[in-house]
């Protein structure tokens, strides 16, 4: 019904800056909150920044004044905009999307496959 295409991802340098993509599609009449979760090997997921449809924003306390996200409805994209990248930002980063689905008026909590990023030098 739903379906998210992030892009992104890769390996930087400590200090370096990366773009986070997701874009939905499909049956989707509307989007709520739209946001970004991580998962470092043997952590928990965690949330990262989110953006409502009224553009407040929440971000983790470790990324905030690094970390920006945005959205542009119209695409019905999210983007993560990640600068001065420490190492312990490497993580699987995945997008997460609350749709309510045309023509059915449920509520569909929308996950993206996850894109790796690697901050190393």
């Known amino acids: 019904q739903v379906q998210l295409v992030e892009s992104g991802g890769g390996l930087v340098q400590p200090g370096g800056s990366l773009r986070l993509s997701c874009a939905a599609s499909?049956?989707?009449?509307?989007?709520?909150?739209m946001g970004w979760y991580r998962q470092a090997p043997g952590k928990r997921r965690e949330l990262v920044a989110r953006?409502?449809?009224?553009?407040?924003?929440n971000y983790a306390d470790s990324v905030k004044g690094r970390f920006t996200i945005s959205r542009d409805n119209a695409k019905n994209t999210v983007y993560l905009q990640m600068n001065s990248l420490k190492p312990e930002d490497t993580a699987v980063y995945y997008c997460?999307?609350?749709?309510?689905?045309?023509?059915?008026?449920?509520?569909?909590?929308?996950w993206g496959q996850g894109t790796l990023v690697t901050v190393s030098s």
């Open positions: 997460n999307v609350g749709v309510i689905v045309r023509g059915t008026g449920y509520f569909l909590d929308a």
């Open positions: 499909g049956s989707i009449f509307s989007i709520s909150v």
């Open positions: 953006i409502f449809s009224g553009g407040n924003t």
